[in-house]
């Protein structure tokens, strides 16, 4: 069975996180979408959380899967049996670091590939801080987020700007 893994801090999902999963989908028997947990960061949902918003918006794609890890990604992927690493880019400035990290995760484990996908050119702009930064200022997410999610991540930002976090 192929099984991929696509990593990252999906804080919020995006419509370009989404493409990037539905193209990996069928091309691989089983994906598995882990939340990775960087602990220098600062996120607007919880681990748990973000998994619930990945759930909601992936319902549909039954080849699909959502786990985390606070570990080497390289890791993950050996003890989930996975061979390939899922990456999507936006521009030549994430090829150059994306590249980087693929060359040091094959390093780790022998055994892994990553698979660049391009982002479709309507999300080439979209990014979780975009996101949360127009939240911020009430901006429209309605283009930038799953439907199912826009209001979550709205109430979610008024929650956190009322307690001052």
């Known amino acids: 069975m192929s099984t991929a893994v696509y990593p990252g801090s999906f804080d919020p999902i995006t419509l370009g996180?989404?493409?990037?999963?539905?193209?990996?989908?069928?091309l691989f028997e089983r994906v598995i979408v882990c939340v990775m947990v960087n602990s220098a960061k600062r996120y607007l949902f919880p681990v748990e959380e973000r998994m619930e918003l990945l759930r909601t918006v992936l319902a549909d794609l039954p080849n699909v899967e959502i786990d985390h890890s606070e570990g080497l990604v390289s890791e993950y992927c050996e003890s989930c049996g996975a061979e390939v690493l899922v990456k999507g880019l936006r521009a030549i400035s994430d090829y150059e670091s994306e590249v980087q990290m693929a060359i040091i995760n094959r390093k780790l484990n022998p055994n892994l590939d990553t698979i660049f996908f391009p982002a479709h050119e309507k999300?080439?702009?979209?990014?979780?801080?975009?996101v949360k930064e127009m939240a911020r200022y009430s901006a429209d997410l309605g283009e930038?987020?799953?439907r199912e999610i826009v209001e979550i991540v709205v109430e979610?930002?008024?929650?956190?700007?009322?307690h001052g976090n």
Not at 17 to 26: G, P, T
Not at 123 to 130: A, E, K
Not at 156 to 162: H, I, Q, S
């Open 156 to 162: 979610k930002y008024r929650g956190v700007e009322a």
């Open 17 to 26: 996180h989404l493409n990037v999963i539905k193209r990996a989908s069928r």
């Open 123 to 130: 999300y080439t702009y979209i990014s979780s801080s975009t």
């Open 144 to 146: 930038f987020l799953p």
